[in-house]
Nanobody
Framework: QVQLVESGGGLVEPGGSLTLSCTVPGSIFAISAMGWYRQGIANQRELVAV???????SYTDSVKGRFTISRDNAKNTVYLQMNSLKPEDTSVYYCNAAPWGRLSDSYWGQGTQVTVSS
């Protein structure tokens, strides 16, 4: 059983910041593209940001310029720095580890709630 451990969610006012963290077993982390997803319409998970094992990144349009994904290979941890948060960013955020970039073989974290509200 591969366990991804997430932390960092919470309640923040609009315009505020949060950083999510996800720690992964080293053997999985090294070969995986790491992504952050959030629960969207009809309970489907939508991709927020992804970082490849080589460090290249991609973001969904709604978070570009506000969110930054990064990975610390020494700590087997991926981060999602979220700035200028908006109420529409409220969701459950999930960490995903996709070995060799294969989503069909990927592992999921337990999810962490992010609520943006005044």
């Amino acid at each position: 059983q591969v366990q991804l451990v997430e932390s960092g969610g919470g309640l923040v006012e609009p315009g505020g910041s949060l950083t999510l963290s996800c720690t992964v077993p080293g053997s999985i982390f090294a070969i995986s593209a790491m992504g952050w997803y959030r629960q969207g319409i009809a309970n489907q998970r939508e991709l927020v940001a992804v970082i490849a094992s080589g460090g290249s990144t991609s973001y969904t349009d709604s978070v570009k310029g506000r969110f930054t994904i990064s990975r610390d290979n020494a700590k087997n941890t991926v981060y999602l720095q979220m700035n200028s948060l908006k109420p529409e960013d409220t969701s459950v955020y999930y960490c995903n580890a996709a070995p060799w970039g294969r989503l069909s073989d990927s592992y999921w974290g337990q999810g962490t709630q992010v609520t943006v509200s005044s």
